[in-house]
Each structure stands twice: as C-alpha cells, then as structure tokens.
C-alpha cells in the first residue's frame, strides 16, 4: 500500500495518504482545514507515522558489501536486503 506525504497550500498542514494500490489515486484533502488545494512533498525513503525502516537488517542474512542486484546497483539496497 502506497504512502503520500501531502501539504495543504491553505493552512501548510502536512499529511499521508494510504491508497490500496500504486493505481488509486490518493484522495488529498486537508484532514486540518479541508482544502483540496494541496501538493505532494518529496518523501525521505523509511520515513512515516508509522515508524522508519532500517537497510541491512541485522536478522535477515546479507549479501557481502560488494555484491549489488540486478534491479539496482547499490551494495546495500533496503528493498531487496543486498
């Protein structure tokens, strides 16, 4: 389920939006003032209300550092754990 950070431009008020799927479009309205004017912010990877995400878990086992994958070519990539 994709997450949004949105401001309002009316009351600067800043929120997510929980959509089902990455093809619903979010609904963003202020929950504060109602405003339907708002914009998307650009939001920091693990960032949430619900808590932030660390790469390179340590319960998970690793890849060693030099190793990328193929859908990336960072050596510590917090999607796919490498």
């Known amino acids: 389920m ?10 600067k008020k800043q929120f997510e939006v929980v959509t089902l799927s990455l093809s619903e479009k979010p ?3 202020c929950p504060k003032c109602k405003s339907k004017k708002t914009h998307k912010l650009v939001s ?12 390179g878990s340590s319960t998970s086992a690793s890849a060693p550092a030099s190793s990328g ?3 990336c070519s960072s050596s510590n990539c917090s999607s796919c754990g490498h």
Not at 2 to 10: L, T
Not at 44 to 55: E, H, I, M, P
Request: aromatic share 10%.
């Open 2 to 11: 994709p997450i949004y950070e949105f401001e309002c431009d009316k009351c």
């Open 44 to 55: 920091k990877v693990g960032k949430g209300k619900y808590g932030s995400l660390r790469s």
């Open 69 to 71: 994958c193929s859908s």
């Open 27 to 29: 609904n963003a309205v």
